[in-house]
C-alpha cells in the first residue's frame, strides 16, 4: 500500500471549498435567525446536498436525497410523541412531591431518564439507518429493515455493564454497538459486516482513564512536600499559597487541555479500529486519521470559532465531512453487474430523535 497521499489515488474524494460552502453557510444562518430556528431542517439538507454532491467514491458522485420536510417532520413527530408526554411526567412528578409521595415521584423521575436513555440508543441507530436510506451512488442506496428498538435495549444493557466494572469495560460497550449498529445495514444487495475487536483499544482507554488519578495524586504529593518543606510558620504560608497556586494551574491544564488530548488519543484509536473492522461485500474500509491528525483538527476548529466570535461554528458541518472523507478509504473490488436496489424499508420522516437527545457522529 502506498502511503504518499500525492500519490494514491483513493476511493474517496472530496473536491469542495470553503468559498462555495460559504454561499450555502451565510444564507443558511440568516434564514434561520429569521425563522427562529425552523430553517435549520431545510439547512441541515442544503448543506449535505452540496457536501455529497462533491464527494466521489470510486469517480461517481455521492447523492443526498434527503428532505428538509422530512427532518422537519420528524422532529415534530419527537416533540408530540416524547416531548409533551415528559412534560406532563415532571407536572405529576412534582405534585406527587407536595402530597408527600416522594417515593413515587422518585420511581416515576427514574422510570422517565431509563426511558430516555433508551430513546438515545434507538436514536443513534435510526440516524444512521436514514442517513443510509438517503445518499445514493449510481442511483443506489442504503438502508435497513430493523427498526432499531432491539438496539436502544442493547444500548440500555451494554453501556451499564461499560461502566460497572469502574468503567473499565467502556471500549468493549462501545466498540460492541458500532458493530451491532452497522451489522443491521446494508447498501444496495449487500450486507454490512462489521467485526471490530475492542481489545486493542485498552492501552489508549487506561492512558485516559488514568489521567484523572495521575494527575489528583501529583498534586497531592506537590501539596506534601511543599508543605514538609517550610523552616517556619511564615515559610509553610508563602508556600502554602505557591502551592495552591499551582494546584489551580493544574486542575486547569488537567481538565481544559491534558484530559481532552487524552480523550481524543483514545476516540482517534477508536474511530481507526472500529472503521477498519467494516467490511461490504468484497470491500474493505480503513480510516487513516491518527491522533496528531485529530489534535490539530480539534485546535483548528476551537481557533476558528474563537477568532470569529462563533460565526465560524457555520463551517464545522464542511470541516468536519472533509476531515472524515480526506482520511476515509477502501479497498477491494465492486462487481456493478452484481448491483441492484436495496428494497430496505424507506422512513418518510427524518433525524428527530437525534436532534432531541443532541448525540451524533463524524
Known sequence: MNDDPAQRHSAFRFHGNWQEFARIAFPNLLLTIVTLGIYRFWATTREREYLWSKTDFIDERLEWTGRGIELFIGFIMVFLLIGLPIIVIQFISQGLIFRGQTAVAGIVTIAMFVLLFY????AYFRALRYRLSRT?????????NNPGFGYGLSYMWKNFVGVLPIF???PWSMISLWNERWNSMSFGPHSFESTARWQPLMKRYLLFYLVPFLLFFGAI?????????GADIGALGGAGMAVG???VVIAILGLYIILPLAA?????????IAVGGLRLHNLEFEFRARAPNWILFFLANMAIVICTLGIGYIFMPYRNWKF???????????????????????????????????????
Open 119 to 122: 430513546l438515545s440508543g434507538v
Open 136 to 144: 445514493y451512488w449510481r442511483g443506489i442506496r442504503g438502508g435497513s
Open 168 to 170: 473499565l469495560l467502556v
Open 221 to 229: 504529593t506537590l501539596a506534601v512536600a511543599a508543605a514538609t518543606s
Open 245 to 247: 497556586g499551582i494546584l
Open 264 to 272: 481524543l488519543a483514545y476516540y482517534s484509536k477508536y474511530f481507526r
Open 324 to 362: 472524515f472523507i480526506d482520511h476515509l478509504e477502501a479497498y477491494g473490488e465492486i462487481n456493478i453487474d452484481e448491483l441492484t436496489q436495496s428494497e430496505t424499508v424507506v422512513s418518510k420522516h427524518g433525524e428527530g430523535l437525534l436532534d432531541a437527545f443532541d448525540v451524533g457522529a463524524i
